[in-house]
């Protein structure tokens, strides 16, 4: 018995109204994580044998997105979901099972539900299960009919809705496990008999209970949970939703979190226990951080991995590894693959590019540091800055341990400087720098006897001529 999954993803998206013609909507990120990721991961908890996901418009850059993760299939002309879900399934071979179908602009759902949903329909000895949930606002969600004795007899989809039928508050979340012996036997019955001349992909529950089939539907609670994203609002809402959603989960592992509406944590963050974050902080991407970090408030972290008891105060940081008892910030900027070990200090307007600081470095002001790795307990002074660029190519700067770097030094790479050497302030560097060295390079003070008088004098004469 096999479980495959087919996701719908070909749709034409009108409701979003982008100007990219390319684009779908199952691209859109929340968390700068494609809405179409987020369906696969809740599909893999069910372990599936196979993921199919359809696409049609913006197909190359969702083939793209879901490389490795799941087989495409092309649907040619958006004739509608039936029609999407009969390319999805020619990617599959006729065997015995069951066939889970989703809709690739559902981000919200749940493993743990789909998980739940299979067993009800396995438990069931069900042939077609839809997952429903009941939603009094007004909604654009396929309506589910049922019979008086309370079995589901239909869906109708809203712009098909008559007289009673307005009042239908069950919703269609879009997800079904189909037996594959109803799914390939009905899916060519279909007809785009309807308001949109579409095929539907809700006429097939009509069309297996019409043949005997069993047909359930679970009810979960949370409505919120299987919304769709057909607009930019829907976007938003699911932005809204998943950001309290995971910020709970945090909180509930040990987590503190000060303000649960502005603090804007992606779904694939680890963080662990006492790790206290503040407000207006985000952390994407594949982030992890160990206890004792206190991060924020106005912090933006993406791909980091952050060791143990650092502070991070108003840093804007990605791509980068942190050790143990940094103190970073206000105001710092690191990306390009920056190593940071332990026990260092960084902030007051200082960028980092591809950097690896080794133990105790101090860079605490004004300081632009490029392609460049400087020793144990180095001392940047204030406004030191590395020039790694000649217009074309990118140069390397090696700095040992012990070094005392001199405010506003300029060091132009590649250049060395050894351990224990000293720079003094003003200088720019040219050439290696010995170890236990002073190297200064800057033009001798010359200071010209009452001339400040002098030259005020020649300024007031020229005013007034
Ligand atoms: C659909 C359901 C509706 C349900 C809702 C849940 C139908 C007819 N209606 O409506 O009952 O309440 O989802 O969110 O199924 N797609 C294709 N090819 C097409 C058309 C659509 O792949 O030709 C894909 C879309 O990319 C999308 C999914 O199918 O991911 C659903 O299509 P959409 O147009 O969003 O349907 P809804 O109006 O949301
Ligand atoms: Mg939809």
Redesign the pocket.
Known sequence: MKLNTV???????TRMHSLDENK???SFEIFHKPLILYVLDAVNELKPDRNVV????GAEELTKIVYGRALTVE?K????????LK?GISKLDKEEGTTVVL????PLIRGETLQKAYEFHKENHSKLTIITATLNEKN????IKRLPNGQVEK?I??KDLKDDELNLNE????IYFIDNEVLYKEIDLIEPKNA?H??????IVGLAIKDGYKVCAYTIEDAKE?????DRIDLMKAFEYLKVRINTNHLLNGVTIFDINNTYIGPDVKISSDVEIYPNTWILGQSTILPNNIIGPNSYLENVRIGESNHILSCHIVDTKIGYHNELGPYVRMRGGCIIEDHCRVGNFVELKNVHLHDGVKSAHLTYLGDSELGDNTNVGCGVITANYDGANKFHTIIGKNVFLGSNATLIAPIEVHDDAFVAAGSTITSEVLSNDLAIARARQVNKKGYAKVLRDKAKEKKNS
Request: aromatic share 6%.
């Open positions: 996701i719908l993803a070909a749709g034409k998206g779908s909507k199952c359809v696409v049609g418009r649907q002309h958006q004739l509608g979901t039936a029609d999407a390319a809709n690739g602009d559902s654009a969600y396929g309506r869906i989809e809203t919703i269609n979340s879009g949109q579409e095929y539907y992909l809700t006429d299987i919304g769709g994203v057909n």
